[in-house]
């Protein structure tokens, strides 16, 4: 009553309080004639702290207090443990954590999943799949339970896929409503089953769940070879809904580890190219030299002179960009620009005389190509 607010609105009135001391008081006493029986929690009696979770939905208790609450009891009732065992034998204190530990995790997801259950009618799609998300980036044992309501699983392992929308592009007058944000996590979550959320007003972040094969750890070249189409539709679609350019980042890893997993992919997005058209969904080993110079003030405005002399044209930033996305293939980069293959030597031997950097060699490829990521992330707009 003291740490939530709406536990104190609920015990303002003589019979609500009496409620809620009722509930405490059973579950310690249960809690000892268990682990005295060395039993786990039983059907009726997680049938009855499932009926809790859904009278707290049925009072107005938010789906945050009824987090937080979880929190908070096994914070109180590990201080009440230790308090109870001073000076008792170090077994008994281990084999009652031991069962906390076990049962705890059981009666919060029937508390929790119950809370759910009866939210269902009240809260949207899009809230609901925004709280999955949360709870499987804190790695909360309430989430599988929440994910079997929306009718989907929980894995071990994901690819967090993060689609920034640049700053600049938000400050315009159209910018997206919660409504509408509302909107594309609900459609989005329906065409493809994967938990998604906003967690700032220009990143969407999505859990696709994979396999947990090497190819698409952290450091995997591209995820796409495995991710396949799915993964290209998944952001096409959030592109296409979003309505503006965005930069794509992803980065792999085990379910408990999520929220480091999505910093990192967060860190790969702020370095990514900005595309109207999902091409280049990056990870790690793909923007490494980025992730770099974005961390070195000295070599940003090395390169940031370079993009500069670059700008003098004419078009060498896009024909830069066709031709390393070419494999530097003359004849392909040509193609993709619509243009003479002559005309495109002319270009490069612009850069060449721009810049005093050779495109074509180990030093250009590292130089330009770098620096050419940063103009199309958006690094100096």
């Not at 937080?68 to 008792?88: F, K, P, Q, S, W």
């Not at 390169?303 to 078009?315: K, S, T």
């Not at 180990?362 to 958006?378: E, F, K, N």
Request: net charge negative; glycine share 6%; with cysteine.
């Amino acid at each position: 009553m003291h740490e939530l607010p709406e536990y104190r609105k609920e015990a303002a009135g003589p019979k609500g309080y009496a409620d809620t001391l009722d509930y405490a008081v059973w579950f310690r006493r249960r809690t000892i004639e268990l682990v005295g029986e060395d039993r786990p929690l039983p059907a009726e009696d997680l049938s009855f702290i499932a009926e809790i979770g859904r009278q707290r939905a049925r009072h107005g208790f938010s789906p945050d207090t009824a987090q937080r609450v979880l929190t908070l009891h096994a914070n109180l009732m590990l201080r009440e443990i230790y308090d109870a065992v001073e000076g008792h034998e170090v077994q008994d204190l281990l084999h009652l954590l031991n069962w906390i530990g076990a049962q705890g995790a059981r009666g919060s997801d029937a508390y929790f999943s119950a809370f759910m259950d009866e939210q269902r009618l009240r809260l949207t799609v899009a809230t609901r799949v925004c709280m999955l998300t949360r709870l499987l980036l804190a790695a909360d044992t309430s989430a599988p339970g929440l994910a079997h309501s929306l009718g989907i699983e929980a894995y071990e392992h994901y690819l967090v896929v993060i689609v920034r929308v640049p700053g600049q592009l938000l400050r315009r007058a159209d910018a997206m409503s919660d409504i509408t944000r509302d909107d594309l996590v609900a459609n989005v979550f329906k065409t493809h089953q994967v938990p998604l959320c906003w967690q700032q007003a220009d990143e969407l972040l999505a859990l696709v769940p994979h396999d947990g094969t090497a190819s698409l750890s952290p450091l995997s070249l591209s995820p796409m070879a495995s991710a396949g189409d799915r993964l290209m539709s998944l952001v096409s679609e959030i592109v296409e809904r979003v309505g503006r350019p965005c930069a794509v980042g992803t980065a792999a890893g085990p379910s408990g580890t999520l929220a480091e997993t999505a910093d990192l992919a967060r860190r790969v997005a702020h370095v990514a190219p900005v595309e109207a058209t999902p091409r280049t969904l990056s990870g790690v080993a793909d923007v490494f030299a980025e992730l770099g110079a974005a961390h070195l003030p000295e070599v940003d405005r090395w390169l940031r002179e370079i993009a500069r002399r670059l700008a003098g044209g004419p078009d060498l930033i896009p024909t830069l960009d066709a031709y390393y996305r070419a494999d530097m293939n003359r004849l392909a980069a040509a193609a993709a620009l619509h243009i003479h293959p002559r005309t495109l030597d002319y270009r490069l031997q612009r850069v060449r005389d721009l810049t005093m950097v050779n495109p074509g060699s180990v030093r250009g490829v590292r130089v330009l190509s770098t620096t050419i990521a940063r103009v199309l992330a958006g690094a100096w707009s």
